[in-house]
């Protein structure tokens, strides 16, 4: 995705300074950047999921939890997300909780998954570790 274009997570703000940076800054020992806050996190994961970048994703899942691979499925066109709710999740916080609505498009038909999703923060990085609903 050009960084200049419009973010998958809805922000309203561009990629290159969303979702972009994350993207790019988790694996880069010169430019490193890795987000601040759950949401923000929660964010990058539904913008990876939405551009297909299994490498972030499973980086960003908490070890505990992460599966050994990721099978995207492409036939999964993400809409929009929607965030619910936050508890915590803050930069000093150790946990956080998102809840959020992702829509998206399968085979024609309009579906969405609504989770309330659990992120720890561990050596000052955030990570997702589980669907608590
Ligand atoms: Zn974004």
Redesign the pocket.
Known sequence: MDKDER???N?G?I?GS??GRFHTGYSDPQAPAWPATAVELM??RY?AFALMLPGYLLATWHPSTRPTELDLDETIVWKNLEIVRTEAGGPFDQTGIVEFVARYGLLGQREYQHEVSEFVREDGRWYYLDAVE
């Open positions: 973010c998958p997570c922000t703000e990629y969303c979702c964010r990058s913008s």
